[in-house]
């Protein structure tokens, strides 16, 4: 004869074992887990139930019974969960299989480009001549693009069609776009403590200018040195170092050429002829006005000193053989490939 409770817990452990033979997830076997086995579980109701009878030998009987049901579904919970377990497992190694024979995806590495390797030789070759690298803003108001400069308000390059203007003004004064470099010059000796001065200054410059010779955006490197008796022949030389070096050419035909610049006297336009090529003008110079040094409160009965501006893209085109400026932002890539360098090459 079974008893009730016999008879329900046998359709119990039916209804359970087919709950945990469908189930297919962990998470899911788990909640059947807590349904049976945990504090607030069905089995847990039967023992509470049991404390109501007080027949010990009918307690003890139905105790058995419900403990073996416990054991039972306990064990086979733990058996699935297993199997689930190593379900899990074979499946994830299924997926993430690496297939090592195949061939190496390529990796594209970025390349620098042709200006940034050119202004980067060219800082190369004056840090070892003793000059530091500095840099001023792209973003200049008048005084330091053109009145310190010894330029004054009628001057060409101040006009419009040269110049980018913005249209706020800042401190009353019209700011613009940096036409040359220059004005890094007076930056650096407005805030001059100690002399020599021995500074390059690479940057950005901007002109309203646009063919195959000129774009609105080119680079230049300003170069300063302000000491005792700076003279004529010191810029020579240090252009001429400069130049060779560049090149890598000691027969590098190189001509000065007298010119005029308002921030400098006497001026000089300086002219290479690389591999019996044409002249072509690289970079203006001269030994800094003595306007210059007034505007940038240095005494120049006692100092004086040189300054050059080269353009980066013209050396770059005479070294590497480029022939349209508007090649360096035409961003074509068969181009960049070509011309640009890897990281690691110097
Ligand atoms: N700033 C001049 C230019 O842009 C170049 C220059 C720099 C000339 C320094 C003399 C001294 O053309």
Known sequence: MYNKLEVEIALLESKAISEIKTI??????EKIKLDYLGKKGIIRS?????????????????????NAFYDKLTAIIQERASRLKTEEINLKLQN??????????????????????????????????GFKIVDGPDIEDEFHVFDALNTPSHHP??????????????????????????????RIMEKAKHFPIKIVAPGRVYRNDFDATHTPMFHQVEGLYVDKNVNMGQLKFTIHCFLKK??????????????FFPFTEP???????????????????????????????????????????????RLAMI???????????????NWLNHYSVHFASK
């Open 24 to 29: 297919v997830s962990l998470q899911g076997l």
């Open 46 to 66: 039967y023992f509470h139930n049991l404390k109501k009878i007080e027949n010990v030998e009918e307690k003890r009987k139905l105790g058995a019974i419900i």
């Open 96 to 129: 993430e299989t690496v297939d090592i024979t195949l061939p190496v995806r390529p990796e594209k590495v970025g390349k620098i480009h042709l200006l940034t390797k050119v202004i980067s030789e060219i800082k190369f070759i004056f840090a070892h001549m």
């Open 157 to 186: 390059a101040r006009e419009t069609q040269d110049t980018f203007y913005l249209t706020d003004k800042m401190n009353n004064q019209k700011m613009l776009l940096r036409t040359h470099t220059s004005s890094v010059q007076i």
């Open 246 to 259: 560049f090149f890598a050419s000691k027969d590098l035909k190189i001509r000065f050429r007298n010119s």
């Open 267 to 313: 001026s000089a336009e300086v002219d290479i002829n690389y591999k019996g090529n044409k002249w072509i003008e690289v970079l203006g110079c001269g030994i800094v006005h003595p306007n210059v040094f007034k505007n940038v409160g240095i005494d120049n009965t006692q100092y004086s000193g040189f300054a050059f501006g080269i353009g980066v893209e």
């Open 319 to 333: 070294k590497y053989q480029i022939d349209d400026l508007r090649n360096f932002y035409d961003n074509k890539i």
